[in-house]
């Protein structure tokens, strides 16, 4: 059982930055793939980047692409999403999520087994 805990969020300018973290406790992350899921108000929640257990398997949403940059840092257990240039439409509560690595790279929400509670990431225009 691996426990996973977001950091990071807040209230930012459009076209300003901000560095997500995910931490995990309870377990060695190593053996997981992570994702960075968001969730708007009335939306569903959507994927927006991955990175496989290795640091390779690193792929991003159409959305973010260009703007957002994952990495993961496993002697610390810990995923970092940098959010660059963001816009108003970035505003969501932001998750990260992990499941067993199998190699394959996963954008579905229903593929991940372990979620953390969320940290709220607000862009004003």
């Known amino acids: 059982q691996v426990q996973l805990v977001e950091s990071g969020g807040g209230l930012v300018q459009a076209g300003g930055s901000l560095r997500l973290s995910c931490a995990a406790s309870g377990r060695t992350f190593s053996p997981y793939a992570v994702a960075w899921f968001r969730q708007a108000p009335g939306k569903q929640r959507e994927f927006v980047a991955h990175i496989s257990w290795s640091g390779g398997g690193i792929l991003y949403a159409v959305s973010v692409e260009g703007r957002f940059s994952i990495s993961r840092d496993n002697a610390k257990n810990t995923v970092d999403l940098q959010m660059n240039t963001l816009k108003p439409e970035d505003t969501a509560v932001y998750y990260c999520?992990?499941?067993?690595?199998?190699?394959?790279?996963?954008?579905?929400?229903?593929?991940?087994?372990?979620w953390g509670q969320g940290t709220q990431v607000t862009v004003s225009s």
């Open positions: 999520a992990a499941r067993a690595s199998d190699g394959s790279i996963r954008t579905g929400k229903e593929m991940y087994g372990y």
